[in-house]
């Protein structure tokens, strides 16, 4: 697993969270991830749609992707498709992916790579795997997150974000043991390079074996982990969490502790692999079919007319250099 890796030593530390003087958050549920089919034909593990969305709320869906090696002419993508309304970010962990949209907005993004496509008022984008993936097969690794937009920013321009396996802030757990790679929002004071519409936290963190990792964390966010691979327990009660299954924590306290199994499966040798998500709700009004979130059943109707009148870009687009979300903000 490339992602992003570091000596852990030389990165800046968490706080040491006092034991007895912290709110830590139980945990609430554990979700385990069904299995579908999307795009083309590739499998996908989804803990969510499926719990309450008000228990994951601003976040739509999480589509986890692998990991899974391709023999020659396996790997598969998605064809061209709308969405409005919402943000996909996709994170890729092992191999790679291209991504293009009608606003011109793309690029290829492998191994700690990530996009950040804010689709908003409607554009149309496809995902591939780059021809010599195909052509030669290999080991793909990623997730897809979709983030929703409140109402005042649904309709906003499409944006594209470009965040590179080099833009990831990067901390080590307070003993040293653990990496964790901040994307998006803020951890201890430290800002992931997203920019986001919705104030939300999205880490990916590896666990050195038999290790805990403990997180100070906003008490107006809700909070969840998903296991990427490799297995270890969640909260203060020690809920065991096992490859393919995701925690809901309560939505009392500012802190989550995690720890890693002291013994992991060959392929999570380096530690347990886990995503951290958490945000402010948004708590408006949900209608989603297919490829739109909007707030009305009256948007959704609209959101099929204009795509069917050509309102959603023009099919194929050609690749614009862009600015980064980050860059037009200062």
């Not at 997203?194 to 008490?219: C, E, F, K, M, S």
């Amino acid at each position: 697993m490339p992602a992003v890796t570091a000596d852990t030593l030389t990165l800046p530390r968490l706080p040491q969270l006092p034991e007895t003087a912290t709110a830590w958050r139980p945990v609430a549920r554990v979700v385990t991830a069904a299995r579908h089919l999307e795009g083309e034909g590739f499998a996908v593990r989804r803990p969510f749609p499926g719990v309450d969305l008000s228990l994951a709320d601003p976040f739509l869906l999480l589509d986890h992707m692998g990991a899974v090696e391709y023999a020659p002419g396996e790997a598969k993508g998605t064809p061209w498709h709308p969405h409005r309304g919402f943000e996909t970010v996709t994170y890729i962990i092992d191999g790679a992916f291209q991504h293009r949209d009608t606003t011109g907005g793309g690029g290829l993004i492998a191994d700690g790579d990530t996009q950040w496509m804010t689709a908003a008022s409607g554009l149309q984008h496809i995902e591939q795997p780059p021809p010599e993936l195909v052509a030669s097969g290999g080991l793909f690794h990623g997730v897809q997150l979709w983030v929703n937009l409140p109402r005042a920013q649904k309709w906003v321009a499409p944006r594209y974000q470009d965040i590179g396996r080099g833009d990831v802030t990067l901390l080590s757990a307070a003993d040293g043991a653990s990496l964790v790679r901040v994307i998006a929002g803020s951890l201890a004071g430290h800002d992931g390079p997203g920019v986001t519409y919705t104030p939300i936290n999205y880490l990916h963190a590896t666990v050195a074996p038999g290790a805990r990792l403990d997180l100070p964390w906003p008490p107006e966010f809700n909070a969840m982990v998903y296991v990427l691979s490799g297995r270890g327990t969640a909260g203060p009660g020690g809920t065991p969490l096992d490859e393919g299954q995701m925690a809901v924590f309560g939505p009392r306290g500012d802190a989550l502790t995690v720890r890693a199994a002291e013994s992991q499966p060959v392929a999570s040798a380096q530690g347990w692999e886990i995503l951290v998500l958490g945000g402010l709700p948004i708590r408006e009004p949900v209608a989603r079919y297919g490829p739109f979130v909007m707030n009305t059943r009256d948007e959704i109707v609209q959101a099929f007319e204009d795509f069917q009148a050509g309102r959603m870009g023009t099919v194929p687009a050609e690749h614009v250099p862009h600015r980064s979300a980050r860059d037009e903000t200062l």
